[in-house]
T-cell receptor, first 114, second 116 residues
């Protein structure tokens, strides 16, 4: 089944403790992206990647890192999480390298930073 | 940064009524997309628009890419209870050389409630 998977789905952590949220897609998509969703703010793009080893900042990249060493995986790294990074995070992927086609979203990761 | 203004923020309608929502931007967008998000799920693409003036339908949904490339609307005809959810517009800004940027900007969403 074609899908985007994220792990973990739920995470409660403490300020400053490094964490990684994994994202994987099995559709051989070139474009992958991370978003955060907050009440009243909609979805905001954190980082995106048009292909392996190519990553770019979205609207809200501060406090996050990403890597794209393989086509299928696009992990989101929080080196030193802070409470303002408490949010619902979505990973997405699309076939083309410019994201203009259908983006498939993962199920979301709800992160709480205490 | 670039922003999309989506309205209305929320709508409460009776089953069978038509619905209209729109998005506007101060800058030109190359692509307009409309997504729906059900509770506890990720957004799902409903309609994608790639050309100014384009009008596209998907069942009871119709969306248009504005001629100025700065706006788009989504209409839902004869609403049913399963239309409940949050609808997002999204767009890809134009680059200086006329292509699409890689980033995607989302509106803040329209929450739709349908009374049976």
């Amino acid at each position: 089944e074609a899908q985007v998977t994220q792990n973990p789905r739920y995470l409660i952590t403490v300020t400053g403790k490094k964490l990684t949220v994994t994202c994987s897609q099995n559709m051989n998509h070139e474009y992958m992206s991370w978003y955060r969703q907050d009440p009243g703010l909609g979805l905001r793009q954190i980082y995106y990647s048009m292909n392996v080893e190519v990553t770019d900042k979205g609207d809200v990249p501060e406090g996050y890192k990403v890597s794209r060493k393989e086509k299928r995986n696009f992990p989101l790294i929080l080196e030193s999480p802070s409470p303002n990074q408490t949010s619902l995070y979505f990973c997405a992927s699309s076939l083309l390298g410019n994201g203009a086609d259908t983006q498939y979203f993962g199920p979301g990761t709800r992160l709480t930073v205490l | 940064g670039q922003q999309l203004n989506q309205s209305p923020q929320s709508m409460f309608i009776q089953e069978g009524e038509d619905v209209s929502m729109n998005c506007t931007s101060s800058s030109i967008f190359n692509t307009w997309l409309w997504y729906k998000q059900d509770p506890g799920e990720g957004p799902v693409l409903l309609i994608a628009l790639y050309k100014a003036g384009e009008l596209t339908s998907n069942g009871r949904l119709t969306a248009q890419f504005g001629i100025t490339r700065k706006d788009s609307f989504l209409n839902i005809s004869a609403s049913i209870p399963s239309d409940v959810g949050i609808y997002f517009c999204a767009g890809q800004p134009l680059t200086n050389y006329g292509g699409s940027q890689g980033n995607l900007i989302f509106g803040k969403g329209t929450k739709l409630s349908v009374k049976p």
